[in-house]
């Protein structure tokens, strides 16, 4: 069974820093990997997915994410964040595998950061 | 606008009742995932149904159930309703082809609020 962990729960910012979070997985086969934001009383929006290919995916509003295989890792950044990117960030992964075996391809989330941008 | 329709958005209601949440997917999609959202146990899998059959299963209370009907929406049923069960329910949908990967577009969610 797949499982994610983000490292950071909240994370505070000031307007214009540099933004990393973390993102690990575990998980022994190939995966699909996904961000998601999701905004004060809002939906989860897809930020970007990686299915395969190159490993630097870029996704909306200027975010990026790299997917380093020997290190589980699929970690989200942004250059300069902004009071707008105030939200929570969901790391997921599910597991192509599963799929073309016909089975579910249900997503298994991380626990969330919380970004909080100050002007 | 994710496309994801859920209704009702908010749902206030007493241990022991029965509830029904609604969803209907993008149009084209066929495959609908329910996950619930609380502040204990984070975003969790319920449960998948691709072309009316159910998919996949996650920790999925015997109290709930769900069904996706001939024309693709669905329902999650939950009965003998607990405090415990106060969370969001998100659903989802993409259209799941074997051989593609497709993203999972999410609805806005049913808050329910047990009493």
């Keep these: 069974a797949q499982s994610v962990s983000q490292h950071n729960h ?3 910012l000031s307007e214009a820093a540099s933004l990393e979070l973390g993102c690990n997985y575990s998980y022994g ?8 934001v ?3 009383g ?7 997915k990686y299915f395969s290919g190159d490993p630097l995916v870029k996704g909306i509003k200027g975010f990026e994410a790299e997917f380093i295989k020997s290190k589980f890792s699929f970690n989200l950044r942004k250059p300069s964040v902004q009071w707008s ?15 073309l075996t016909g089975g579910g391809n249900k997503l298994t989330f991380g626990t969330g950061t919380q970004l909080k941008v100050e002007l | 606008d994710s496309g994801v329709t859920q209704t ?6 007493a241990t022991g009742q029965r509830v029904t949440l609604r969803c209907s997917p993008r149009s084209g999609d066929l495959s609908v995932y329910w996950y619930q959202q609380s502040l204990d146990q984070g975003l ?8 009316g059959e159910e998919r996949a299963k996650g920790n999925i209370l015997e109290r709930f159930s769900a069904q996706q009907f001939p024309d693709l929406h669905s329902e999650l049923n939950l009965s003998s309703l607990e405090l415990g069960d106060s969370a969001l329910y998100f659903c989802a949908s993409s259209s799941y082809r074997a051989y ?12 329910l609020s047990i009493l």
């Design chain 2, 8 to 13: 009702p958005k908010h749902l206030i209601t």
């Design chain 2, 100 to 111: 593609s990967n497709q993203p999972q577009h999410f609805g806005d969610g049913t808050r």
């Design chain 1, 42 to 48: 809002q939906h989860l929006q897809l930020l970007l």
């Design chain 1, 85 to 99: 990117d105030t939200a929570e960030y969901f790391c997921a992964v599910n597991a192509p595998g599963i799929i």
């Design chain 1, 10 to 12: 909240h994370v505070i």
């Design chain 1, 29 to 36: 086969g190939t995966v699909n990997l996904f961000w998601y």
């Design chain 1, 38 to 40: 999701q905004y004060p």
């Design chain 2, 44 to 51: 969790q899998f319920l449960i998948q149904y691709y072309n």
